[in-house]
């Protein structure tokens, strides 16, 4: 069965680095997703990306964040400047159809996540 | 702002009786629903979903509830079985929300063999 795959699947890093999250999403979706948790809270959108670019994204993607697919495959997403509260738990996600509507399966399949702490 | 709210953090349940797990939105303009089920170094993964225009939708021993009114929906699983151990998330969207899902904070099942 077609996955989404992430890495690295644990980070640490120190506050003030750069961290680059990659993600290879299912060959055939044409939407791309972030999302993340921090631990104990809900799921937090961050962004979505269609035709090679930003489609959305939430006040919690400042400046500091950026994705970008680089080539055909990967969707990655830089954070420039780590702080302490970044650390969390980011899925990538993708779909073949937009993110909402009642009538299609509009169904994000995730990734297992990219766990990332920073010291 | 939490638009999607599980308020049971976790719950045990004998392996063979029904498992219930709620969830309430505010958002009214929400009208579309599903449920992911996570199991712990693995991300979410659908399970089922509902739209608005039903209140009912069954997949085998899976069933979503919906009720408009009271902005709250349910999931069943009957007979519950100890595979069915996971963190359950409520998600939610609507016309105005774009791509976005909104999620709850989970519920954590344990299925008692």
């Known amino acids: 069965e077609p996955e989404v795959t992430q890495t690295p699947s644990h980070q640490v890093t120190q506050m003030g680095q750069e961290v680059i999250l990659r993600c290879v999403p299912i060959?055939?979706?044409?939407?791309f997703y972030w999302y993340r948790q921090i631990l104990g809270q809900k799921v937090e959108f961050l962004v979505s990306?269609?035709?090679?670019?930003?489609?959305?994204k939430s006040e919690i993607f400042d400046d500091q964040f950026s994705v970008e697919r680089p080539d055909g495959s990967n969707f990655t997403l830089k954070i420039r400047s780590t702080k302490l509260e970044d650390s969390a738990m980011y899925f990538c996600?993708?779909?073949?159809?937009?993110?909402?509507?009642?009538?299609?399966?509009?169904?994000?399949?995730f990734g297992a996540g990219s766990r990332l702490t920073v010291l | 702002d939490q638009q999607v709210k599980q308020n049971s953090p976790s719950l045990s349940v004998q392996e063979g009786r029904i498992s219930i797990l709620n969830c309430d939105y505010t958002?009214?303009?929400?009208?579309?629903f599903l449920w992911y089920k996570k199991y712990p170094a693995e991300g979410p993964t659908f399970l089922i979903s509902?739209?608005?225009?039903?209140d009912k939708n069954e997949d085998g021993r899976f069933t979503v509830f919906l009720n408009k009114s009271a902005k709250h929906l349910s999931l069943h699983i009957v007979p519950s079985q100890p595979g069915d151990s996971a963190v359950y998330f409520c998600?939610?969207?609507?016309?105005?929300?774009?791509?976005?899902?909104?999620f709850g904070t989970g519920t954590s099942l344990t299925v008692i063999p």
């Open positions: 998600a939610a969207s609507g016309p105005l929300t774009g791509n976005q899902f909104y």
């Open positions: 509902i739209s608005s225009i039903k």
């Open positions: 060959s055939n979706h044409l939407y």
């Open positions: 990306f269609y035709n090679n670019e930003i489609s959305e």
């Open positions: 996600a993708s779909s073949d159809l937009p993110g909402t509507g009642p009538y299609g399966a509009n169904v994000l399949t």
């Open positions: 958002n009214s303009m929400f009208d579309y």
